[in-house]
Nanobody
Framework: VQLQASGGGLVQAGGSLRLSCVASGRTFNAYSMGWFRQAPGTEREFVAAITKSGSLTMTAGSVKGRFTISRDNAKNTVYLQMNSLRPEDTAIYYC???????????????WGQGTLVTVSS
């Protein structure tokens, strides 16, 4: 299974980015997908997750109302739309796949390589 994340970059506070994660090697629509992030010197934290059909989503309180997770099963792709970005959103963002819709990272078995998001003040 391979997960390829992209879309990170440098953006000013208040700006937007859309991350993408393309999956291969697994039946994409049979698995839930999640986004996590890790800032320097901190532990990895949950950002958002979506069920295999896309009918249910959940987001962390710190990004609720600003970030939206979605998926296109025809394209084997999960997205993270990030609006109203803040400097504290600066981190490496990882996509991951799981058989369980969860906010716990130990429930996810395959991980992408990460994409760096830097938000300047």
């Amino acid at each position: 299974v391979q997960l390829q994340a992209s879309g990170g970059g440098l953006v000013q506070a208040g700006g937007s980015l859309r991350l993408s994660c393309v999956a291969s090697g697994r039946t994409f629509n049979a698995y839930s997908m999640g986004w996590f992030r890790q800032a320097p010197g901190t532990e990895r934290e949950f950002v958002a997750a979506i069920t295999k059909s896309g009918s249910l989503t959940m987001t962390a309180g710190s990004v609720k109302g600003r970030f939206t997770i979605s998926r296109d099963n025809a394209k084997n792709t999960v997205y993270l739309q990030m609006n109203s970005l803040r400097p504290e959103d600066t981190a490496i963002y990882y996509c991951a796949t799981s058989s369980i819709w969860s906010r716990q990272d130990n429930r996810y078995d395959y991980w992408g390589q990460g994409t760096l998001v830097t938000v300047s003040s």
